[in-house]
């Protein structure tokens, strides 16, 4: 029944990894945007690798701004700004060759010098371009991000409006608008951002664009007889789930093309966030932060706004999955496996093999320098290095033979003291993989359970070997068990066991990633030692422990 089971629990891996692949896959045709273009797009020429407006000293050029309103000219005919520094006071300029408009931002933030700075910056930008512009928006997200009072916002609104004719506006979270109704008497119009990816109650795709219209009619309520633009509203490609919103490539065509038909029929004015994915916000927000362009760092469209929507080559999976269970039958034959064993390198090749591309899409897309991507690159190896390790020993056991058993890092630790150990090289190497398993996802839990707003779950790098682990732990007899698990790994145990409630608690059983990185870590948990061994089978363990190790010296 064992083996049985453990089989199965190979072929389910193998196909929840070739099931990702599959679906991402399938192509969609989701409505069209009204003339494959979009009214308005935020726009930030930081889209390069390294590249940053919070480096001191970052400008763009000029020709970098043109080449990017060239292909941004392709799609719209409007594109916001956030500020006139950092060569942004060339956008205005640069936009009327391409026949675009503008909505110029103006950096309000909490230094009151820098913000002078700015002031004078846009005014002079007002003076000599005033024909490109169709509005000014100064400040964004000041009273969410509390840099300054609303008497203060409220004076810089009044002096740009007194400045210029051009409407002025200011633009942020529309929770904040509905708590200070007063500004609205400063703004020309009412500028809202709405990302329902970002909500407090985070929408799914499905219900994202519903929810956008009811907020946007609500917030007419509560301002009569002013416009309202959305200043911000899309959808990330990429990133962590928040509760029931995914982002994915197909989920942002499908919202950003059917709130654009959706627009149209409602009248709602509204700039699309953003023009290019922004590698530097990462940083701020996490993986998610870098992918909301509607063209990616390089200046590719993403998804046509009209037609089909291509999924991704599935091929890479199914040729992971096809080399991966070569690999592992190879080495089961090495060793002479039976039936049983090479059944089940077959299936847990292919779930390693599918996972391996799966990890390495997650770490380029998630590090945000060579010291993350080695970090990442590193531990994902040791992951899938303790995966193969751990299927060659169940495969051994499933034929009924004796298989390596990973050793507690205490032991590991005094073999590397006095060159004693109870267990075989292979079980050391396991035992200090595990280890390093462990301790990682212990680390990622803890996290995840304290601060999780921008964190990842790292699936596809932890299922293969939690489940060897809590394989091999299962198909191993108790004293066995016992002797290959120390306080270290039961206290890492723990820490899993303690964080998997809060986790679910925080993100809630809508976030199915959540769920599965919870079973993960109670995976890992049991594998790690819960429950503790009987005090008469732990005894037994360490003499015969001291055994060994006394036979060694």
Not at 132 to 160: F, K, M
Not at 235 to 261: C, H, L
Not at 374 to 395: E, N, P, Q, W
């Amino acid at each position: 029944m064992k083996r049985a089971a453990v089989i199965a629990l190979a072929a389910a891996l193998a196909a929840a990894a070739l099931g990702v692949w599959v679906a991402g896959a399938r192509p969609t045709t989701p409505v069209d945007a009204p003339d494959g273009r979009l009214p308005c797009v935020s726009y930030a020429p930081f889209r390069q690798s390294g590249l940053s407006p919070l480096v001191a000293g970052t400008r763009a050029t000029e020709a970098q701004i043109d080449a990017d309103l060239a292909a941004l000219a392709r799609v719209t005919g409007c594109v916001r700004t956030y500020s006139v520094d950092q060569g942004l006071d060339a956008v205005p300029r640069l936009a009327r060759r391409h026949g675009l408009r503008v909505l110029l931002g103006v950096w309000i933030g909490r230094d009151a010098a820098e913000n002078e700075r700015e002031l004078a910056r846009a005014l002079a930008v007002l003076r000599h371009d005033a024909d490109a512009i169709d509005a000014v928006v100064v400040g964004n997200e000041v009273l969410l991000r509390r840099e300054q009072p609303v008497a203060r916002l409220r004076a810089y609104l009044e002096r740009v409006r007194a400045a210029t004719p051009i409407p002025v506006t200011y633009a942020d979270v529309w929770e904040f608008w509905l708590r200070h109704p007063a500004l609205a008497d400063a703004v020309s119009f009412v500028t809202v951002h709405l990302l329902p990816y970002w909500e407090d109650e985070p929408q799914p795709v499905d219900r994202a664009v519903d929810h956008v219209l009811r907020v946007h009619e609500r917030v007419r309520g509560a301002f009569p007889g002013r416009a309202v633009l959305v200043g911000e509203v899309g959808w990330p490609s990429a990133g962590r789930r928040r509760e029931g919103a995914v982002p994915s490539p197909a989920n942002q065509a499908r919202f950003v093309r059917e709130f654009a038909a959706a627009a149209a029929r409602h009248g709602v004015r509204y700039n699309a966030i953003e023009a290019f994915d922004q590698p530097w916000k990462r940083r701020l927000e996490g993986t998610v932060g870098g992918f909301w362009g509607l063209l990616d760092a390089d200046a590719r469209p993403k998804f046509p706004l009209r037609g089909p929507v291509p999924g991704r080559a599935a091929t890479p999976g199914f040729i992971g999955a096809g080399l991966g269970a070569v690999a592992l039958l190879v080495l089961g034959a090495i060793r002479r496996l039976r039936v049983a064993g090479a059944v089940f390198l077959a299936t847990a090749g292919a779930a390693l093999g599918a996972a391996v591309p799966i990890q390495a899409r997650a770490v380029q897309t998630a590090c945000r320098d060579a010291f993350e991507c080695a970090v990442g690159g590193g531990f994902s190896l040791a992951a899938f290095g303790a995966a193969t390790l751990c299927a060659l020993a169940i495969a051994r056991r499933l034929d009924g033979r004796p298989g390596a058993t990973p050793a507690p890092v205490a032991d590991i630790a005094r073999w590397l003291r006095t060159d004693a150990s109870a267990g075989s090289q292979t079980g050391r190497v396991l035992g200090t993989l595990r280890f390093v398993v462990l301790f990682g996802a212990a680390f990622l839990a803890l996290g995840l359970a304290v601060d999780p707003r921008y964190r990842a779950f790292p699936l596809a790098a932890f299922a293969a070997p939690a489940a060897g682990f809590a394989a091999l732990a299962w198909l191993s007899e108790r004293r066995e068990r016992a002797a290959s698990v120390g306080r270290e790994e039961r206290v890492l145990a723990a820490v899993l066991a303690a964080c998997a409630p809060v986790i679910v608690w925080r993100e809630t059983v809508a976030n199915l990633d959540a769920l599965g990185w919870a079973a993960l870590c109670l995976l890992l948990a049991a594998a790690a030692g819960l429950p503790r061994p009987r005090a008469g089978e732990r005894q037994q363990a360490e003499q015969q422990s001291d055994r060994t190790g006394l036979d060694g010296i």
